[in-house]
Each structure stands twice: as structure tokens, then as C-alpha cells.
Nanobody, 125 residues
Framework: VQVVESGGGLVQAGGSLRLSCTVSGLNFDAHAMGWFRQTPEEEREEVSSIDSAGDPATTATLYSVTGRFAISKDNAKKTLYLQMNSLKPEDTAMYYC?????????????????WGQGTQVTVSS
């Protein structure tokens, strides 16, 4: 299984980025997925997750990014997205795409079976 993120970079506060995650080697539409982030000082935390069908009604989002970030899942393209708007310096982190085991609707950390290598997001003030 290969999980590959892209779309990170350096952006000024208030700007936007869209992260993408492509997955190969498994049945993409059978797995809930999520985005996590980590800094050198903090544990890896769940940013947002979505169920296997990509149903927007099932998304779970970290409180501090609610209203600014939006997760989506395109099963036809086998791609997971994270649209990040109104970025803040505290959003600076390595962002990881996660694939969860079959049968769960929320991709919480205990259920993650595959990780991407991460993509760095840096927000300058």
C-alpha cells in the first residue's frame, strides 16, 4: 500500500492550501480516512476524518480548525483532500494522511493502518 501526500508549503497567515492524498494498493472506497498533524513539541493529533463513502455528514474536525478546514474524499479519483483556509501560524506542522481499518466510520488514531510520509505546512505571521 502506498499513501502519498502533496500540497504542503509555505504560506502567509490568512492564506490557503489544499492538501491531497492518493492511495494505491487497496480498495480506496472501503476505508475511512483522515488527516493528522504533528509538531516536534506535540503528539500527533487528528485534524479531520471522513467515512469510507466520503459522506460530508460524517466528518469529524478538530475544534481549532472548525470553519477553516474541510475534508473531502473522492472515491472515483482515489484521493483525499484537506482544504485549509484562513491559515494561522499555529497550524504549522507536518500533515499526515491516514487510512483506517475497514468497518469504522471515523478514522481515529487507534484504527489507523497506513500512514503517508507527511507534507510540511508552514504558516508565517
Amino acid at each position: 500500500v502506498q499513501v502519498v501526500e502533496s500540497g504542503g508549503g509555505l504560506v502567509q497567515a490568512g492564506g490557503s492550501l489544499r492538501l491531497s492524498c492518493t492511495v494505491s494498493g487497496l480498495n480506496f472506497d472501503a476505508h475511512a480516512m483522515g488527516w493528522f498533524r504533528q509538531t516536534p513539541e506535540e503528539e500527533r493529533e487528528e485534524v479531520s476524518s471522513i467515512d469510507s463513502a466520503g459522506d460530508p455528514a460524517t466528518t469529524a474536525t478538530l475544534y481549532s480548525v472548525t470553519g477553516r478546514f474541510a475534508i473531502s474524499k473522492d472515491n472515483a479519483k482515489k484521493t483525499l483532500y484537506l482544504q485549509m483556509n484562513s491559515l494561522k501560524p499555529e497550524d504549522t506542522a507536518m500533515y499526515y494522511c491516514a487510512v483506517c481499518t475497514r468497518g469504522v466510520s471515523r478514522c481515529a488514531r487507534p484504527f489507523v493502518v497506513h500512514w503517508g510520509q507527511g507534507t510540511q505546512v508552514t504558516v508565517s505571521s
